[in-house]
T-cell receptor, first 115, second 114 residues
Framework: AQSVTQPDIHITVSEGASLELRCNYS??????LFWYVQSPGQGLQLLLK??????LVQGIKGFEAEFKRSQSSFNLRKPSVHWSDAAEYFC?????????????FGAGTRLFVKA | DTEVTQTPKHLVMGMTNKKSLKCEQH?????MYWYKQKAKKPPELMFV???????INESVPSRFSPECPNSSLLNLHLHALQPEDSALYLC?????????????FGAGTRLSVL
């Protein structure tokens, strides 16, 4: 079945520590891949995207993600977390056969940052 | 300008009321979306308009009625809602056309149905 999996419901990291949020997808062909961030009561902001090409993509706010076809993964990383990074993070895919219109979100990972 | 504006920010309505949510963008985007997001859950796609035509309806109950009067405006008309329809309703827009569509989201309308 087609799915997007974020195995960690929540993660706590210390400020200044590195971060990795996991995302796995299950689709016949590599879909378009996204990471979004959502602060409480707010809309979603795009952090980065992968369509094709270089498998290491850079995003805003110092985030990067690496696409690994062999593992069907698109993990999000940040070398040094700031307190303002505390939020909900969603991995999302847009299957190619929907023309890129239908975006399916993972369940989300809530990031807590401790001082 | 990458802004999608949603009004109102908050809405409380009774089960017999009729209300509308409004979404506006001035980025020249030709695709617009409605999502429903329950607390602690991911957004769920409801409708997609492409070039002002409804292209995706994710089997949404008829008490939700979308409308796209022009390429900049998207409405969601609400009638006879149920308490379980209480949620954050997000609007998004994207460039449109087939291919990768980066979606820009509004801040949402928080709806409470009493």
């Amino acid at each position: 079945a087609q799915s997007v999996t974020q195995p960690d419901i929540h993660i706590t990291v210390s400020e200044g520590a590195s971060l990795e949020l996991r995302c796995n997808y299950s689709y016949g062909a590599t879909p378009y891949l996204f990471w979004y961030v959502q602060s409480p009561g707010q809309g979603l902001q795009l952090l980065l995207k992968y369509f094709s090409g270089d498998t290491l993509v850079q995003g805003i706010k110092g985030f990067e993600a690496e696409f690994k076809r062999s593992q069907s993964s698109f993990n999000l990383r940040k070398p040094s977390v700031h307190w303002s990074d505390a939020a909900e993070y969603f991995c999302a895919v847009a299957p190619l056969n929907t023309g890129g219109f239908k975006t399916i979100f993972g369940a989300g990972t809530r990031l807590f940052v401790k001082a | 300008d990458t802004e999608v504006t949603q009004t109102p920010k908050h809405l409380v309505m009774g089960m017999t009321n009729k209300k509308s949510l409004k979404c506006e963008q001035h980025m020249g985007h030709r695709a617009m979306y409605w999502y429903k997001q329950k607390a602690k859950k991911p957004p769920e796609l409801m409708f997609v308009y492409s070039y002002e035509k409804l292209s995706i309806n994710e089997s949404v109950p008829s008490r939700f009625s979308p409308e796209c009067p022009n390429s900049s405006l998207l409405n969601l008309h609400l009638h006879a809602l149920q308490p379980e329809d209480s949620a954050l309703y997000l609007c998004a827009s994207s460039q449109g056309g087939r291919g990768a569509n980066i979606q820009y989201f509004g801040a949402g309308t928080r709806l409470s149905v009493l």
